[in-house]
């Protein structure tokens, strides 16, 4: 947008950008009254004025509890991940606790002859088949 | 102590003045240091009278001042408030008190053009009226931006938008007031 001088100084038509710009610094150097002083403040503090000024006092509260909030609910996440980890190493040591005395079971013989590869190949001269330890037969089975 | 030692102290805007000021006092002026101009502005894009709206101020702090009740937890809420309703109450009494020419205590002592300084005010008073013809969001960000010079980063905190947003919004704001004054007459020199 741009502005159209003509001869006497004087501007007809739109104003420009720029233009505006020193408009407004001028306007307001007047127009600020020379007994407030200079904000020292730089950082402002009202969230949107004034519609929530009534909400201003509560406001610094609230964003103190959602912090502590949202460290608290971090800490319980962190708790809990560490309570699951255990859990799960707990149930893999257990589980390779059983593999090892399954594995164990598994290499405890019972065949003089040492292993004896398939359970249900017959294992001696004579055709006794090797049944598992705890379901050996009295009789011989053919 | 009066109430003119305090507003000594705070006007001054030293220590040496709020010697001997109770300590309630000193808060209450360290507040309007640090304070006061952003309540002017806010009062001001409300009102767009810059006399009217530093009367605002004055009469929130003057009864922050005179405040018995319970303590006050919010300063600038409670003030805000209070100025608010000040300048609701003035505008509906439709007060029609003489306002003084703005600017003119700053040329106390001085020699001072009258013509100069009564086309001073007619241009203060022509954009001053072209500004309340903005709608108030577009007032906000002029009035912060140029009473208070804030950034467009602090203006986003307040408005609750990006500064990208304010810039635009300032950008809008600034060739909605330049229609304006082009449609009222404005002659630019």
């Known amino acids: 947008m741009s502005s159209s001088d003509n001869g006497g100084g004087r501007v007809a038509g739109q104003l420009s950008d720029q233009q505006m710009d020193l408009l407004l610094r001028d306007f307001f150097a007047c127009e600020v009254p020379g007994a407030l002083p200079v904000a020292g403040r730089v950082v402002p503090q009202l969230r949107r004025y004034p519609e929530v000024a009534e909400r201003a006092a509560v406001r610094p509260a609230a964003v103190v509890r959602s912090a502590r909030l949202v460290a608290a609910l971090a800490l319980a996440a962190l708790a809990l991940c560490a309570m699951l980890l255990n859990r799960h190493a707990e149930r893999m040591a257990t589980v390779a606790a059983k593999a090892k005395a399954a594995a164990a079971e598994e290499t405890m013989l019972v065949s003089p002859q040492g292993s004896a590869g398939s359970r249900q190949a017959p294992v001696g001269a004579d055709g006794l088949l090797l049944q598992e330890t705890d379901q050996i037969q009295l009789a011989p089975q053919r | ?189």
């Open chain 2, 1 to 189: 102590m009066t109430l003119s030692d305090v507003w000594k102290g705070c006007m001054t805007s030293s220590d040496s003045a709020l010697a001997g000021v109770p300590a309630r006092s000193e808060e209450i002026a360290c507040f309007y240091r640090e304070n006061s101009r952003e309540l002017w502005a806010i009062f001001y894009s409300m009102c767009s009278d810059p006399e009217r709206a530093h009367d605002a101020v004055q009469e929130a702090f003057v009864r922050l001042y005179h405040h018995q009740g319970e303590p006050v937890r919010d300063l600038r809420a409670w003030l805000l408030r209070v100025g608010q309703n000040w300048l609701r109450d003035v505008a509906r009494r439709k007060s029609s008190g003489c306002s003084l020419l703005s600017g003119l205590d700053e040329f106390t002592g001085r020699v001072v053009d009258p013509r100069a300084t009564a086309e001073l005010h007619e241009r203060q008073q022509q954009i001053r009226s072209a500004m309340a013809e903005l709608n108030e969001d577009d007032r906000r960000v002029l009035v912060m931006k140029y009473s208070m010079d804030w950034s467009a980063a602090q203006m986003g905190v307040v408005m609750d938008c990006t500064a990208a947003a304010i810039d635009m919004r300032l950008s809008r704001a600034r060739r909605r007031l330049a229609e304006i004054l082009v449609e009222q007459g404005y002659q630019h020199e």
